[in-house]
């Protein structure tokens, strides 16, 4: 309770999107760390081989911790918005117009989750692994595919809650 009055605790699903953004930062945070360890390495001062495949794990690492960012932003309506033509319209005419375009955002999402599945399980059948590292690609490919995944699922509940006017 606060202020006399009990604060409401947020759904399930926006609680597990928010540890989903959580992990994305944490992500950064550690790749953060790798890159200035492995430059700091490259150095002169040092003068030694930076961290293995740094650049392998830079571009796996951004895509990932990218995609689980959209989910939060989504439900907290962080998108790029632009309602000039909008704005004179009632509310209940523009949280109508936003759900339309939020459920068209989680088809487009739907149609990447579908195609990074599929580019996923290409990467899994051919066995192509990264270069320096070896790893497999279809890991980052395919978590991407489930955060796609996630980011409509948001999209889909962001437009049902407009649509309710409990957005």
């Known amino acids: 309770m606060t202020g006399g009055r009990q604060e409401r605790r947020p759904p399930g699903f926006d609680r597990a999107v928010q540890a989903v953004a959580l992990l994305g930062g944490a992500l950064l945070v550690a790749?953060?760390?790798?890159?200035?360890i492995s430059v700091t390495l490259r150095s002169d001062l040092v003068g030694?081989?930076?961290v293995p495949g740094d650049f392998e794990l830079v571009q796996m690492a951004t895509a990932v911790a990218?995609?689980?960012?959209?989910p939060y932003c989504q439900l907290r309506r962080g998108n790029i918005f632009v309602d000039t033509f909008t704005m004179k319209l009632p509310l209940r005419v523009q949280h109508g117009i936003d759900a339309v375009w939020d459920v068209v955002y989680g088809l487009v999402?739907?149609?990447i989750a579908w195609r990074l599945a599929v580019g996923?399980?290409?990467a899994f059948a051919s066995g192509?692994?990264?270069m320096v590292?070896?790893?497999?690609s279809y890991w980052p490919i395919g978590l991407c595919a489930a955060l796609a995944a996630l980011v409509a699922?948001?999209?889909f509940v962001s437009a049902a809650r407009l649509l309710r006017g409990s957005a």
Do not use: D, I, S, Y
């Open 133 to 136: 590292l070896q790893w497999p």
């Open 66 to 70: 990218a995609f689980c960012f959209l």
């Open 31 to 36: 790749l953060a760390t790798m890159v200035t």
């Open 128 to 130: 192509e692994n990264t």
């Open 120 to 122: 996923a399980r290409a």
């Open 153 to 155: 699922a948001a999209a």
């Open 48 to 50: 030694k081989a930076g």
């Open 109 to 111: 999402m739907l149609l």
